[in-house]
């Protein structure tokens, strides 16, 4: 009973979503639009008219006025470092700006770049200081806010009268601060313009990637040839500009110059970056985060003046919120990592019936034998990790090393060999088409081909993205096992698209069906997915009828087929499940059947484990990897099995002490080739009966001319 | 407040939740000495050893053998396998009988039989041994299961062990109980030392009874029987070793009942006397052969160790067979002659090992 209620749970819920999603790069942002949605709704609510045009584009005013000097600190913050003074260059520019309109009777058309140009200029200051001088960012920007305020103060001590008597008669100066166009505030539309330029300017463009890796690591940015200096000094000085442009809507708007403008204006600013997710330790910020934090930040203090709540209050919220925020802020960078991997394993439910007995007394092909006790070794110590192994119509041996090789041993000892082709990673199956190309599936790269000429050639890395998987599943992460089909088309396994090669057993506690069958056609270049949903797909065998491929899902226990040609096309069949162990590699046999590998076998507590996904969910929390109950891939088998999916005989290595692990065999001339993922070593073991002239190339595409 | 403190202990992991388990480091350095050592017999069932001075003795299936000339020449039989034996200084010779009798055979006592202390019988009687004023000191492992079944004392959080003291004329009365299974005890002054196996530590208990404190505790594995060394010390059998996932399946109710349920216990996760007979047993990550090699390091199902105690019970040294070996729970340990003799339960195995081996075995 509650079994059935835990696998309808973990059927039906999608536990792995949640890591899956948490390790996007932009859930950080997704939390502060949540909060945004949540201030806004509940504000709505609380406040009549919340939502009324005339109050909606004088918040737009505002913000756009506030979101310019927060883009200013965002560009600041990501570089690595504050700028306080935004709010006295905010009071200064607004100042220069009414007095060359009111005062000296500027057009706007010079004014505006004036006062931009001011803005730049008092932004300079903080950036040759900062950037070239490497003064401390938060004490430069402070002694600047001081003296910038001062500065203000004693120019309106003295000209605050005149500017309020001049009158500009402007209708570009008025249309700044009040136009609209379609009902949008003028300010708003070179707002969006703003945002979206800074979007492109941060994601796309050279100087703002430079900015993210100065944040992210100056050293290294310096490191690498980036212009530290210069790009931190230019951040300021486009600060300045920002508060100068934040100034002059602001001007044109209200066109005062009281005492109290651009007072705590840099804390109201830093609150709105921070609680937008740009983080204060540099390297780490959007310009949608920034857009997002303004937003909440002004709805939040216009509701509490709305709501004729003291400033001093207002401020304290202010200040209570940007602690909150920058707690948050700090905690999560630290842990993001840790939280993402504890979140991102998610056990399946995975039931497997009853254990089939392969006693030595069952009385069934499973009976254990020590049949492959006395396999000679070829490469002993020599080779290390030969996943696949493979013969060519000349009797050589290739398989793959943990080195990145492919090893060619030569006949007929097989005591030679040679580094046959260098690639670069670990090489898993291995296959030869009718032109003698040999390709392999890379763990970790994808597919690759080699000539005959021996040139290493990437056949495919990727495939198409499924629309409904949160991770990015179009890269190969795991190719492991191929055959070809007569028209050259490539079927290759991948094993699982949640994890790396080496993380197979984290794939192993999931056992959910995170692994697919993916083909890919050499005569169009193009690789597209024909199976997914399988649970460590492994072995891949062009069956007899040269319709249906044979594949083996290690951690479903079981061998299954699929058509890609035929009356069945498009059809998955089952052939063997409930397997004793778990399936590997399937390769032909001289007789007409298959072989196929176990490279492990299953135990009651694992079985039992599979059955009760919290206890795995905790065991990976809790236990170091080391410690893990693992599938026993200590030792293998090989059987063979028929069309039917009946087995017909079983070879052991019992304890696995001469021939520990079995990930492939091939037949070849009356012996049984054996290799291991983890062995340093390939067997090598005589079959009684078989037929001594059998060669897979040959049978697969006739006789060598 | 202390629910709130397990609470969120076992949410995070720590106290009495966090499954760590202390490192075989300092004393309990690991070495190859046990692994090493001189194979004397496989024997059929052994299980105990004593020694009067003058001959070593083997409890081996239901029969006691005086070891002599490297053979066993067979001394008693009784009609259960005896679980425990200890020499009486009169010549005579004390037995657990199936872990539900004690009798003794041989002295002045001869024929004295007792199988209830406190009026509780007997189950699981797994260690003697006699004080200096004739008292037979013994442990009781468990209420609920038989010696041999030690395994599901330990997966069902057995805890009803106790250590029974026999005064020489009088009953069977019990000095300690409670115990999260009692398994190893030696007079020592007027106290008894008592092996607590599942709570990982040595105690000592008043000769009359009383509260016990603990000696030694937080041990990488299940200490077991206990015997005097022949200069001052002792030496303790820890008969299987800790891992963290058998620690992880101990907190784990729901996992732990339905293993106990339905799998057969030879696969259980828990620790064993030997391991690596069949792909049915479980398996951890580290335990996977590679290239040909399984690592000694890795978690061990099962493990033969053996730590020599100074007189104030901290360790000193330690003897080991490590993972990739095969003289695994060493459940009796006696020097007898200059050497130390040893039961390797799980390959059945008498060993033997010279005090000049093990002292060139710890310097090399």
Redesign the interface.
């Known amino acids: 009973m509650s079994d059935t209620i835990t696998r309808l749970r973990y059927k039906y819920w999608p536990d792995h979503l949640l890591g899956e999603i948490l390790s996007k790069r932009w859930t950080e942002t997704g939390v502060p639009v949540i909060v945004l949605l949540v201030v806004g709704f509940v504000l709505s609510q609380l406040l009549d008219g919340f939502f009324a045009p005339a109050i909606l584009a004088d918040t737009a005013r505002q913000a756009s006025e506030i979101g310019f000097i927060v883009f200013g600190m965002a560009l600041v913050m990501i570089v690595g470092g504050i700028d306080l003074s935004v709010g006295s260059m905010f009071a200064l520019t607004n100042f220069f700006a009414l007095y060359l309109m009111h005062v000296l009777a500027w057009p706007v058309f010079a004014a505006v770049p004036a006062t931009l140009l001011f803005g730049a200029a008092l932004g300079a200051v903080n950036g040759i200081l900062i950037g070239y001088f490497r003064l401390r960012a938060f004490i430069t920007t402070l002694i600047t806010l001081i003296i910038y305020r001062a500065a203000y103060d004693l120019l309106i001590f003295d000209y605050s009268t005149q500017i309020a008597a001049g009158f500009p008669d402007s209708a570009v100066w008025d249309f700044l601060g009040l136009g609209e166009v379609f009902g949008i505030p003028i300010i708003a539309i070179v707002y969006v313009a703003l945002a979206i330029f800074g979007h492109i300017f941060l994601t796309r463009l050279r100087p703002g990637w430079h900015i993210t890796a100065i944040g992210g690591s100056r050293r290294s940015a310096y490191n690498s040839g980036i212009a530290v200096r210069r790009t931190i000094a230019m951040c300021y000085v486009a600060s300045g500009v920002l508060s100068a442009l934040g100034g002059v809507f602001f001007a044109s708007r209200l066109a005062t110059v009281g005492g109290d403008i651009g007072v705590g204006l840099e804390v109201l600013v830093l609150t709105a970056a921070v609680l937008g997710g740009i983080s204060l330790g540099g390297g780490n910020g959007s310009v949608t985060k920034a857009v997002v934090g303004t937003l909440i930040v002004l709805l939040i203090t216009n509701s509490l003046v709305s709501l004729s709540v003291p400033g001093g209050v207002n401020r304290m919220v202010l200040a209570g919120i940007l602690i909150l925020a920058a707690v948050i802020d700090i905690r999560w960078l630290k842990n993001r990592h840790r939280i993402i991997s504890k979140v991102y394993v998610a056990p399946s439910y995975h039931d497997m019936p009853e254990l089939p007995s392969t006693a030595p007394d069952s009385g069934t092909a499973w009976a254990q034998n020590d049949k492959l006790r006395n396999v000679d070794a070829i490469g002993l110590g020599e080779i290390e990790a030969p996943e696949d192994v493979l013969l060519d119509r000349h009797d050589n041996l290739f398989a793959g090393s943990r080195h990145g090789d492919i090893i060619r041993f030569f006949p007929p000892d097989y005591k030679r060999w040679e580094v046959y082709a260098h690639i670069g990673g670990q090489p898993l199956g291995m296959a030869f088409d009718r032109n003698d190309n040999l390709y392999v599936c890379i763990g970790g790269m994808g597919l690759y081909r080699i000539t005959p000429e021996r040139k290493v050639e990437k056949a495919t890395d990727e495939t198409n993205r499924s629309w409904a998987s949160v991770t990015d599943d179009s890269r190969l992460r795991l190719a492991d096992d191929l055959d070809i089909a007569d028209d050259g088309r490539i079927f290759f396994s991948e094993a699982t698209v949640r994890y790396e090669m080496h993380e197979w057993p984290v794939d192993g506690l999931e056992a959910r069906g995170n692994g697919r069958i993916i083909c890919y056609d050499p005569n169009t270049n193009t690789t597209h997915t024909a199976v997914r949903g399988l649970k460590f797909p492994n072995g891949i065998c062009i069956a007899k009828d040269g319709q249906s491929i044979l594949f083996a899902e290690t951690f479903g226990c079981s061998v299954k087929r699929y058509w890609f040609d035929g009356p069945n096309k498009g059809k998955v069949e089952i052939v063997m499940e409930n397997l004793p162990g778990y399936p590997d590699n399937i390769n032909l046999s001289s007789d007409g059947h298959y072989w196929l590998a176990m490279v492990g076998m299953r135990c009651p507590a694992l079985d039992l484990a599979w059955r009760m996904p919290g206890f795995r969910k905790r065991m990976a929390k809790r236990v170091p990897v080391d410690e893990w109950l693992f599938p026993n891939i200590n030792t293998g088998c090989v059987i063979k099995f028929n069309e039917q999916g009946e087995v017909l005989e079983s070879l052991w290595d019992l304890g696995g002490v001469n021939h520990p692990m079995i990930t492939s065999m091939r037949e070849h001339k009356g012996y049984l080739y054996l290799g291991g993922i983890l062995n340093n070593r390939i067997g090598r073991y005589k079959l009684e009966g078989a037929d001594p002239n059998f060669v897979q190339y040959d049978l697969r595409w006739g006789k060598a001319k | 407040m202390q629910a709130l403190r397990n609470l969120s202990d076992r949410f995070l ?1 720590r106290g009495e939740a966090a ?1 760590t388990v202390p490192p075989m480091d300092g004393a309990l350095k690991p070495n190859r000495l046990i692994e090493d050592a001189e194979l004397l017999a496989t024997l059929d069932a052994p299980e105990d050893l004593a020694t009067d001075g003058k001959s070593l003795y083997v409890a081996d299936g239901k029969r006691v053998l005086r070891w002599q000339d490297g053979g066993g020449a067979e001394v008693a039989t009784f009609d259960g396998p005896v679980t425990a034996i200890a020499c009486l200084p009169d010549g005579g010779m004390v037995v657990a009988v199936d872990g539900r009798e004690i009798r003794v055979v041989g002295g002045n006592g001869d024929g004295k039989r007792w199988n209830a202390a406190g009026g509780r019988p007997f189950v699981a009687v797994n260690a003697l041994s006699v004080a200096e004023d004739g008292r037979i000191l013994a442990t009781d492992g468990s209420r609920d299961h038989p010696s041999e079944r030690w395994c599901h004392d330990l997966m069902g959080l057995g805890r009803s062990g106790r250590a029974i003291a026999i005064p020489p004329a009088g009953e069977p009365v019990e000095i300690a109980a409670g115990l999260e299974y009692a398994f190893g005890i030696c007079p020592v002054g007027s106290d008894a030392w008592i092996s607590e196996s599942w709570r990982h530590r040595v105690v000592a208990v008043p000769g009359g009874g009383g509260k016990a404190r603990p000696v030694l505790a937080r041990l990488p594995g299940y200490p077991s029987r206990l015997t005097p060394a022949s200069e001052g010390g002792f030496w303790l059998t820890v008969f299987i070793t800790r ?3 058998v620690e ?1 399946v101990l907190r ?1 109710p ?2 732990r009942k ?2 106990m349920k ?3 216990p030879r ?3 828990s620790p064993a006397l030997n391991s ?1 007979n069949t ?14 090699i ?1 690592k000694p390091w ?2 061990p199902r099962s493990y033969g160790l053996v730590v020599r105690l100074s007189a104030d019970g901290l360790p000193r040294y330690s003897l080991h067979s490590r993972v990739d070996g095969t003289n695994h729970g060493v459940v009796a340990a006696i020097e007898h002659d200059g050497a130390l003799y040893m039961i390797a339960k799980g390959p059945k195995r008498l060993l033997r090992l010279s005090q000049q081996e093990i002292e060139r075995g710890l310097r090399a």
Not at chain 2, 279 to 292: D, N, R, V
């Open positions: 992991g499954i891992t963290q996932l992880f784990e729901q996992y339905r293993m339905e799998i057969d696969y259980w996760v690596g792909f049915l047993e479980p398996l951890q990550g580290a335990h996977i052969k590679t290239m040909g399984l890795a978690p």
